[in-house]
């Protein structure tokens, strides 16, 4: 107790953000009297003032010590240390040690427990559990139950019902059960969920049947509401249906899901007259009660009802009605749209009808005197106008859609420049230092701007004219001025700029929405493939923080699990599980690895002059080795059943779009299908299906291995290279992945067109072709393979001529296109890369590099004057196109030179953009000069974007260029 007393001051400081004042006091008392406790205490002060490596020691003193004389005050600060310096391996070690020496102490065992939880070793948290059951008369908590759970961990997320585990922790459960020992909802909820996925609704049925059981789901609604779903999985129609009124009458009026249960019953029961009365007396006095009559459940159910009746020669006409009452009492509401979408494509099934039901809602809005409120039902109706196809050309001409995106935008404007007026005026009016109220998210008609923007997109995909994208850019940019925080614009802009190339936009716009956490794998697909293909430098920051989080993630899931334990939340731990496999199983994790390896490995690679009088440790070979020794093998393997395992986590719901239930949504179609975008020089790609990006992914990790495996053995063994080669080749033959790649085409003076996505793939294939034969001959001098290593050279070097030639077709027709030409360069630097490495590898193997050491003068002079030995044939072929790709580079370099010299001239800048021109644009209010300004920014902050990145890729040809010299 005295030194309790004593620590209270240190756990203050420690509590309170003060580790120095907290280390002055342990160092103190530690002259005085030293503890165990007081050395673990001084580590955390020691890790929380950055000195981890001092920390870990004295951490590993006290676990080390034989024996451990450890209490459990001692051992928990202890694991608390280790745990916060990610060092979860010396904390099991130190509490298998701590449990060893006492098995008698009960609170060890259980700290071993959460020191497995927290590895994820489910194997040895279940063996630990079963003898802490046996080990403990008098248990803290329920082992058995410990042990279930952990068992049920181990069990696949989609393990079918006759799964052996299912089974087994449902015989532990229906045993705790018996044993009087189910005194949790946790617990109760964990069997609940055991008997779903075995299918076993009756047994369910059969627990809840007792008051006492039942009475543990403390809230009455979830209790009323998981007996009833239990009824209607055992067909009980009539008592589902008493339970679901009583749920609707006495708790939650608005509970669609029960309004669905509910009528779902009465479906089955084969729409007994009865049934349906008394469901319709139920919905009409909610509505016209005054405590329920501005729910929507209640009108929503009355139409979904409708829709599922049978009719006799009825026609549409009696849910056409309530759908436009629907629309008169919630149509100001944003969440209209949504709830009538359904219904209307179910039953609206003729152009005819659907104009009339939209034209009807039309002149409901007209109707309304309230200007804001009519704003909010005429949004509505433009919202589903769009949803039924009438803003097609089927419907309007092109000079209608730009009349009614002009007097969309106008009328948002109009009203957003007021509500900012009056917000402005509330503000000043406001008491002094009171909470200015938020800017507001969405303003009223703010959707009115995103309906105009897609009707601008639609008109570019009929036109090709880019013009119809800047002005969507320069609307959206406008808006944003006026509604600040409204997310939809920014993910709108995010989409576009990135389209672009312009990515420090998009980067800007990205860190603007503060995506993090989960947010990260669901929403980065909007613009990590843009950003990877056009800018990589821009995308760093956001691969980094992919990456971290997916790191963060293993080590918090964990720890939530033991916490889990800890707290009794036992309904969690599965939940947390799933969410962790999810996570780990990523192909945006996947694909964000890969590329970041390549990112790394294309760019940052040596590349000076590789013949040098003495080794360099910056050499590219040992730089490559280093790259493969430090990349984990799970992040190049490229098996099926591995690929095919990830999880597309992407949130394609995130944007709003209104678009007819037979179109595509026009951003996902801006990605997929626009020209400049279709370059791939990434494995993501928006808008492809899951069997083409693993197809993708796999071809380049397949690209990684066959690097790794020709360049870091001293004897790479080429009939392996060959295996890698061959699989290459099979992905590069599959047609949804050749079709997938994108490809951006060029016309040629003769007529036909090329894919600079061929053109690269193919020259790569030509220098693992050339890598092989090259490793051939260095094995075999003389073999039969120095025929064809001429052949297989030149075919490399006519690839990097024909992508060249791309590159020059591009910008002599000052196609848009031009904006992807920072990617058509890396694609070329590395190409190069492949081809350096070829060459160095040769020389190492020709030319080994051996110190001569002569003791003497005599043997000094000598060895000055003797003549180096006669060049091999092989080495003449590999001079000789050494000279060729100098030339080659100089040319690249030379039309890299005049792209930058292009760029940086002030004025006019090279059509990386069309210019915005004010005039030409048919919105009036982006007529105003501010707005071409922020035009004019954008486009000279991508110009800057792109010269860096041309910077970027020129030191690496350059750096080529001179290697290449010396094998020429």
């Known amino acids: 107790q005295d030194m309790a007393a004593r620590l209270v001051p240190i756990y203050e400081a420690l509590d309170g953000g003060q580790p120095k004042q907290a280390l002055k006091l342990i160092t103190n008392m530690m002259k005085k009297k030293p503890a165990s406790i007081l050395t673990v205490l001084k580590a955390l002060a020691l890790h929380r003032l950055g000195s981890t490596d001092e920390a870990l020691a004295l951490c590993d003193q006290i ?78 908590e329920d082992y058995v139950l410990w042990a279930a759970l952990t068992i049920l961990l181990q069990v696949p997320s989609d393990a079918p019902p006759t799964h052996p585990m299912l089974g087994l922790t449902s015989k532990m459960f229906e045993k705790i059960a018996a044993e009087g020992r189910m005194k949790d909802s946790e617990i109760l909820l964990v069997y609940l969920d055991i008997l779903e996925r075995m299918n076993k609704p009756q047994e369910a049925l059969r627990i809840l049947s007792s008051s006492d059981v039942a009475n543990m789901i403390k809230l009455p609604f979830e209790r009323l509401k998981t007996l009833a779903h239990l009824h209607e999985r055992v067909e009980q129609w009539d008592e589902a249906i008493k339970l679901y009124r009583q749920l609707l009458t006495d708790h939650e009026p608005d509970e669609w899901d029960a309004y669905k249960g509910y009528i779902a019953c009465i479906q089955k029961k084969g729409f007994l007259a009865q049934d349906v009365e008394e469901l319709m007396k139920l919905l009409k006095g909610f509505q016209t009660d005054q405590k329920t009559c501005l729910c929507r459940g209640p009108f929503l159910a009355e139409i979904e009802l409708e829709s599922i009746k049978p009719r006799e020669g009825e026609g549409n006409q009696a849910i056409v009605s309530l759908m436009l009452q629907y629309f008169d009492r919630f149509g100001a509401k944003g969440c209209c749209v949504y709830d009538l979408k359904p219904y209307m494509l179910r039953h609206l099934d003729t152009d005819q009808a659907r104009a009339q039901f939209g034209e009807t809602l039309l002149e409901k809005t007209r109707g309304v005197s309230d200007s804001e409120k009519n704003l909010r039902y005429y949004t509505s109706c433009i919202q589903i106008q769009r949803v039924l196809g009438m803003h097609t050309a089927s419907h309007m001409t092109d000079a209608a859609l730009l009349s009614l995106a002009n007097d969309l935008v106008n009328k948002f404007i109009a009203s957003a420049e007021e509500a900012v007026k009056k917000a402005k005026q509330h503000r000043e009016a406001a008491p002094k230092g009171s909470v200015a109220e938020d800017d507001g998210e969405r303003l009223v008609g703010s959707d009115l701007v995103l309906v105009a923007v897609h009707i601008l997109l639609e008109m570019h995909f009929k036109s090709t004219s880019e013009q119809y994208v800047y002005q969507a850019i320069a609307i959206l940019e406008l808006s944003l001025v006026l509604s600040p925080s409204n997310f939809q614009f920014k993910l709108h802009l995010l989409v576009l700029y990135a389209r672009l190339g312009h990515i420090r936009r998009a980067s800007d716009l990205f860190q603007s929405l503060s995506i993090r956490n989960i947010q990260l794998d669901t929403l980065s697909h909007i613009v990590l493939d843009d950003a990877l293909r056009y800018s990589p430098p821009h995308a760093r920051p956001i691969t980094d923080t992919i990456l971290h989080f997916h790191k963060q993630n293993v080590d918090q899931t964990l720890e939530s699990v033991a916490q889990c334990f800890s707290h009794h939340a036992y309904s969690r731990i599965e939940d947390i599980s799933r969410l962790k496999k999810r996570l780990q199983s990523s192909h945006t994790y996947a694909s964000t690895l890969t590329e970041t390896l390549f990112f790394n490995m294309i760019l940052y690679a040596p590349t000076a002059p590789l013949i040098p009088d003495e080794p360099d440790p910056n050499d590219l070979l040992p730089f490559i080795k280093q790259l493969a020794s430090n990349t984990k093998t799970d992040v190049i393997d490229a098996k099926y059943d591995v690929l095919r395992a990830l999880q597309l986590n992407e949130d394609v719901e995130s944007i709003d779009t209104w678009q007819p239930e037979t179109e595509q949504p026009i951003l996902t179609r801006l990605i997929a299908e626009a020209p400049m975008c279709q370059c791939t020089t990434s494995v993501r790609a928006y808008g492809r299906t899951k069997e083409e990006q693993v197809e993708i992914l796999r071809l380049r990790r397949l690209t990684l291995q066959f690097v790794f495996d020709a360049f870091i053995a001293s004897s790479p063994k080429a009939d392996e290279l060959r295996d890698i080669l061959l699989c290459i080749n099979d992905v590069l033959a599959i047609p949804s992945v050749s079709a997938s790649m994108g490809v951006l085409k060029v016309e040629e003076q003769t007529g036909r067109t090329q894919s600079f996505d061929a053109i690269r793939w193919n020259t790569v294939r030509h220098v693992f072709e050339a890598i092989i034969t090259v490793l051939e001959l260095c094995a075999e001098p003389n073999g039969p393979a120095v025929q064809t290593l001429p052949g297989k050279l030149a075919a490399v070097h006519k690839g990097c001529e024909d992508m060249l030639g791309l590159i020059k077709g591009m910008l002599a027709q000052k196609d848009h296109a031009f904006i992807a030409i920072p990617a058509f360069f890396s694609l070329v630097a590395e190409v190069m890369f492949y081809v350096h490495a070829m060459m160095k590898k040769a020389h190492d193997i020709l030319c080994p590099y051996v110190p001569a050491q002569p003791s003497s003068r005599k043997g000094k002079k000598a060895a000055a004057a003797a003549k180096p030995p006669p060049a091999s044939e092989l080495q003449k072929v590999l001079a000789a196109f050494g000279v060729q790709m100098v030339g080659l580079s100089e040319s690249i370099s030379l039309v890299l030179n005049g792209v930058l010299t292009s760029c940086t001239v002030s004025s006019p800048p090279l059509v990386l953009l069309a210019p915005f021109d004010p005039a030409q644009t048919s919105i009036d209010h982006l007529k105003q000069p501010r707005v071409a300004t922020l035009i004019g920014d954008a486009l000279s902050q991508t110009q800057t974007g792109h010269v860096l990145a041309l910077q970027q890729v020129r030191l690496v040809l350059t750096a080529r260029i001179l290697a290449f010299k010396v094998f020429g």
């Open 63 to 140: 676990s080390s010590a034989q024996p451990p004389e450890m209490d459990e005050t001692v051992l928990r600060t202890l694991n608390l240390v280790y745990k916060q310096m990610g060092k979860n391996e010396q904390a099991t070690n130190m509490a298998e040690r701590a449990w060893e020496n006492d098995q008698r102490n009960e609170e060890a065992a259980i700290q071993l427990f959460y020191s497995y939880a927290r590895e994820g070793n489910l194997a040895k948290q279940q063996q630990h559990v079963m003898k802490m059951s046996k080990l403990y008369l008098r248990p803290r």
